[in-house]
């Protein structure tokens, strides 16, 4: 591994951002180091190892992205501290950038001696096991993982199509439920005036009875007035009332 020296005791006092942008790089060197002998002696899988350099890569960026920020701060460094100060960490610096190229060029020859591995396998090796997960190579790998990339956004698809389709139901069968609510309510209402309308009904039938049963008794009355006319006046005719006497209109003869 390459090391970085640390700054002289006359360097001055280090800045704090720049000192823990050094500590960063210094870790993920380590890191990377480790990783990158695994890669190197230790057999593993097409798709683990395939795996593992997708992994190496990305902490090589992530060292590459601090490196920057690293440079960003040393402009401080020489404005705050002076030349000595910036210059230490310069060289720093320089042994940072000197160590993720290193591991670039590492995990380029990694991937490559996969890659011609593969293809002596591809060559030379017969046919290879399709259900067997462990014969694949990285492109297979990698097409196998596209493949259920694509069913997976297949399946979101029609999931949201299904989705889009239970709302349109729901938003119709809300506007259906709004307006058999009216409707129950304007049958409420017509309900309620037919109840009202039969309470007039049945009082005015009410006041008919009452003036029914008023005209009989005053027609039982003129009735009876009348029979009693008649009645009197055939009586008369009949001289059955006293002093209606018949003829000359005398008085009886005396005994």
Same mark, same amino acid.
């Given at each position: 591994?390459? #090391? %970085?020296?640390?700054?002289?005791?006359?360097?001055?006092?280090?800045?704090?951002?720049?000192?823990?942008?050094?500590?960063?790089?210094?870790?993920?060197?380590?890191?990377?180091?480790?990783?990158?002998?695994?890669? #190197?002696?230790?057999?593993?899988?097409?798709?683990?190892?395939?795996?593992?350099?997708?992994?190496? $890569?990305?902490?090589?960026?992530?060292?590459?992205?601090?490196?920057?920020?690293?440079?960003?701060?040393?402009?401080?460094?020489?404005?705050? &501290?002076?030349?000595?100060?910036?210059?230490?960490? #310069?060289?720093?610096?320089?042994?940072?950038? &000197?160590?993720?190229?290193?591991?670039? +060029?590492? %995990? !380029?020859?990694?991937?490559?001696?996969? #890659?011609?591995?593969? !293809?002596?396998?591809?060559?030379?090796?017969?046919?290879?096991?399709?259900?067997?997960?462990?014969?694949?190579?990285?492109?297979?790998?990698?097409?196998?993982?596209?493949? %259920? $990339?694509?069913?997976?956004?297949?399946?979101?698809?029609?999931? $949201?199509?299904?989705? !889009?389709?239970?709302?349109?139901?729901?938003?119709?069968?809300?506007?259906?439920?709004?307006?058999?609510?009216?409707?129950? &309510?304007?049958?409420?209402?017509?309900?309620?005036?037919?109840?009202?309308?039969?309470?007039?009904?049945?009082?005015?039938? +009410?006041?008919?009875?009452?003036?029914?049963?008023?005209? &009989?008794?005053?027609?039982?009355?003129?009735?009876?007035? /009348?029979?009693? /006319?008649?009645?009197?006046?055939?009586?008369?005719?009949?001289?059955?009332?006293?002093?209606?006497?018949?003829?000359?209109?005398?008085?009886?003869?005396?005994?």
């Amino acid at each position: 591994s390459l #090391e %970085v020296s640390a700054p002289s005791e006359g360097g001055g006092a280090m800045s704090e951002e720049i000192q823990y942008l050094h500590d960063e790089l210094e870790g993920i060197t380590k890191e990377l180091e480790k990783s990158i002998k695994e890669l #190197e002696k230790k057999k593993m899988k097409p798709d683990a190892k395939a795996d593992k350099i997708a992994v190496v $890569q990305d902490r090589i960026q992530r060292a590459k992205d601090i490196y920057s920020n690293f440079r960003v701060e040393l402009r401080d460094v020489l404005k705050e &501290k002076g030349r000595i100060a910036y210059t230490e960490w #310069e060289e720093k610096g320089h042994a940072h950038h &000197k160590n993720i190229n290193k591991f670039n +060029k590492d %995990v !380029e020859q990694v991937q490559a001696k996969m #890659e011609d591995e593969e !293809e002596r396998a591809k060559a030379g090796g017969g046919p290879k096991d399709k259900k067997d997960v462990n014969t694949w190579g990285g492109s297979e790998i990698i097409a196998e993982a596209k493949k %259920v $990339q694509d069913q997976s956004g297949a399946s979101l698809a029609r999931t $949201q199509k299904i989705v !889009e389709s239970c709302e349109t139901i729901g938003t119709e069968t809300n506007i259906s439920l709004r307006n058999q609510t009216e409707q129950m &309510k304007n049958t409420n209402a017509d309900i309620v005036g037919v109840d009202m309308r039969l309470n007039r009904a049945d009082k005015v039938i +009410k006041q008919i009875a009452r003036r029914l049963a008023t005209d &009989k008794m005053i027609m039982c009355m003129i009735l009876i007035l /009348i029979l009693g /006319i008649v009645g009197v006046i055939v009586a008369k005719s009949a001289n059955l009332l006293p002093g209606s006497g018949g003829g000359g209109g005398g008085r009886p003869p005396a005994p």
